[in-house]
């Protein structure tokens, strides 16, 4: 009865044989959804079976703090800019050591994609994605995360890194680069190695 | 009159056992079929609500029934009210004639194990499922979207184009039990069931069935992925509601049938006749789901096709055939 | 009155009053439901009155394929009501005339049967087999004019749709 729908396609079959070739078809069809029947479910019971997700994955939002423990963000507004939906909002202010930081710190979560460009942005490596999603509330305005609720007390990814060993600080006795063990800061409009 | 009211209380006695068990075995088809659907696709189907989910179907309805019931303002009101009723109705009301086991005896008095048996019972069947076209169409016409008008015309074609064949599949059944009577039709399988003498019709039968209760080959007119949902878009609620039962009524019923016409009705050994009208349901129901957890929606000229240029000449060469077996 | 005759009324008056709804409501698809309930009630009457096929065949073929198809056709050209009469003048003559001609018909027939006493409604069964040979010996050559009338029907309709698909595919040709 389905010789039908092959007619098209082949015209110079002999009917029988295409009787034949499509109940082999269909066959092989029935046959395939029945050997599916006997696997086991691929499915994850989430809530009760959740799986590990990769390092990389991309969910809620830390500021992670630099190996000697101080605030790694240093207020530039690079990753505010980046941002296309324009959910990070902070207020920078000057810190001990003629060192910015920033006043306070706002995460919109209710409108962050998860992009990760934030992250990208950061030079200080202080903005960081982590794996962790399960991150709603009931009511919208407590996704709003102050600076308070963003900080954690480790380095996140790249936990030895310190903006500052590399890029210098100026401090009333020295410039940047003119300390004890610093090196001089890279000169960014000098193409030469 | 003594004898009049009795007759009456049996008669509604079996009309609720009926209804009751209709209505249920409806329900947990519905889990069944989400249930083998997700095994056949490698998942699990629902499990939340209780053991299995076998609770899902009370879940289910009890979402339904609380929620808004919509009407489209630019509806046409009565009929937009009124269509679910008739889908779920006619397949109801075909079951009057199903019969579901031989005669028992109550307080002396002999029982018949079905609603209705008239003579033109096998008629009935098909003036009911032909009437099951309009809550379609008019459900489709009323609720005023251009989706559900497309679900409703082309559901009203299609259930058209699918009795003939439905019905011609069925005249070597009735030759060979020369009665329009399904008890008569299941006593001619006394010895041997339909389906060993008239494969072909039983062929016929299932597909244009199939067509019938628009399940998944030929699902068309509820095309989920350009219609929406077809015919019911526009229907939230308890009428949805009653859309869904009448499709699964419509599924038990045609298990029916093909039990009765095809696989001897009531008829085998070791379990009692309602139990076995029972298995033979809920394995055509299976069969169903398998079908349509493998096969694709077909186009709508290929549906038509089938139709008029293989089912019908198929069936007829059969009653032909049928008929010069009987003579010589 | 007897039961039968409670029923055969409210079965009447129901037929009536749908067709008469049917004929004076604007909208086509009410008009259609309509008809459709009150050929309904045409097969409601016929099995009460002994002729459990005839009622079948009439649900199957008239509400089942027929209203069904008219149904099909009125949702897919969507005709508006129009305030007017449908009909012109002329049609509307004929149609007058074909009425009185009913009416006259109807009142011949029932003084006919006042005239030969009030005969009791007989609740006869026709069993299926029974009605079938009484037609296939009885009635046979007008059996077989029928169909021939709907074969060539057929025929024709299916005459005219080739032509159309010719002349269109003709037309794309030439352009
Ligand atoms: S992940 Fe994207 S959207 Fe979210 S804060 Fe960062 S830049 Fe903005
Ligand atoms: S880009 Fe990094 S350092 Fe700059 S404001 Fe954002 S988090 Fe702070």
């Known amino acids: 009865m389905s010789s039908d729908r092959t007619k098209k396609t082949k015209p110079a079959d002999h009917p029988g044989t295409l009787i034949a070739e499509s109940i082999k078809a269909l066959g092989s069809g029935f046959a395939t959804t029945a050997k599916h029947l006997l696997r086991r479910p691929v499915t994850e019971q989430y809530p009760e079976q959740k799986r590990v997700l990769p390092e990389r994955s991309r969910a809620r939002i830390v500021l992670t703090r630099d190996p000697d423990g101080r605030e790694r963000c240093v207020a530039c507004y690079l990753c505010s800019a980046v941002c296309p939906v324009s959910c990070i909002s902070m207020q920078s202010t000057g810190g001990e050591g003629g060192r910015r930081v920033a006043a306070w710190f706002r995460i919109n979560f209710s409108r962050c994609i998860y992009c990760g460009l934030c992250e990208e942005a950061c030079p200080t490596s202080a903005i960081q994605l982590t794996p962790d999603f399960e991150n709603c509330r009931q009511d919208i305005l407590e996704m709003v995360f102050e600076k308070d609720d963003l900080l954690v007390d480790h380095g996140g990814r790249d936990d030895r890194y310190c903006f500052y060993r590399h890029a210098g600080i100026a401090t009333d006795t020295a410039g940047k680069g003119e300390h004890v063990n610093e090196q001089p800061p890279v000169d960014a409009k000098s193409n030469l190695p | ?328 | 009155m007897s039961v039968y005759a409670i029923l055969f009324y409210a079965i009447a008056v129901f037929i009536l009053a749908s067709t008469a709804i049917a004929v004076t409501r604007r909208h086509l698809v009410h008009a259609a439901v309509f008809l459709a309930l009150s050929f309904f009630g045409s097969a409601m009457l016929f099995y009460l009155l002994g002729a459990p096929l005839l009622a079948m065949l009439e649900v199957i073929v008239y509400v089942g394929a027929i209203m069904v198809l008219f149904l099909f056709v009125i949702m897919m050209v969507e005709v508006k009501g129009k305030d007017s009469g449908v009909l012109t003048r002329g049609q509307q003559a004929a149609a007058a005339l074909l009425g009185i001609v009913y009416v006259a018909a109807a009142v011949m027939l029932v003084r006919a049967a006042a005239a030969g006493g009030n005969a009791a409604l007989q609740a006869a069964v026709a069993e299926p087999a029974v009605f079938g040979e009484y037609l296939f010996r009885q009635h046979w050559l007008s059996i077989e004019i029928a169909s021939f009338l709907l074969l060539i029907a057929l025929m024709g309709v299916l005459h005219l749709g080739r032509d159309i698909r010719r002349r269109q595919t003709g037309k794309e040709n030439a352009s």
């Open chain 2, 1 to 328: 009159m003594l004898a009049w009211i009795t007759g009456l209380i049996v008669l509604l006695v079996k009309l609720v056992v009926v209804l009751v068990a209709l209505l249920l075995t409806a329900a947990y088809l519905v889990w069944a079929e989400r249930k083998l659907l997700a095994r056949l696709q490698v998942r699990l189907g629902p499990n939340r609500a209780g053991k299995f989910g076998l609770l899902q179907p009370i879940a289910d309805m009890i979402k339904l029934l609380t929620k808004e019931d919509l009407v489209p303002e630019s509806a046409d009101r009565v009929i937009f009210l009124l269509a679910p009723a008739v889908v779920s109705v006619t397949a109801l009301l075909m079951f009057a004639v199903v019969p579901f086991g031989t005669d028992i005896t109550l307080f002396g008095r002999r029982v018949p194990l079905i609603i209705s048996d008239i003579n033109v019972a096998l008629l009935l069947v098909f003036a009911f499922s032909s009437l099951g076209v309009y809550g379609v169409a008019l459900g489709g016409w009323a609720s005023n979207s251009k989706f559900a008008l497309i679900g409703g015309i082309r559901g009203a074609a299609q259930m058209i184009s699918y009795e003939l064949p439905l019905g011609l599949s069925l005249v070597p059944v009735v030759m060979l039990a020369r009665s329009f009577s399904l008890v008569d039709i299941v006593n001619a399988q006394n010895s041997y069931p339909f389906i060993l003498v008239q494969p072909l019709a039983f062929a016929i039968f299932v597909i244009s069935a199939m067509a019938e209760s628009k399940r998944i080959p030929f699902d068309l007119p509820e095309a989920e992925n350009e219609l929406g949902a077809g015919f019911h878009t526009e229907y939230s609620g308890m009428r949805f509601g009653l859309f869904f039962l009448g499709e699964y009524v419509h599924m038990q019923v045609l298990g029916a049938l093909v039990a009765v016409f095809f696989l001897g009705g009531w008829r085998g050994p070791w379990l009692p006749g309602p139990l076995w009208l029972f298995v033979k349901i809920i394995a055509v129901a299976l069969v169903m789901i398998w079908i349509r957890g493998t096969l694709p929606r077909l186009r709508y000229d290929q549906l038509m096709a089938i139709c008029w240029k293989v089912l019908v000449p198929a069936a007829l060469i059969n009653i032909i055939l049928t008929g010069f077996v009987m003579l010589i």
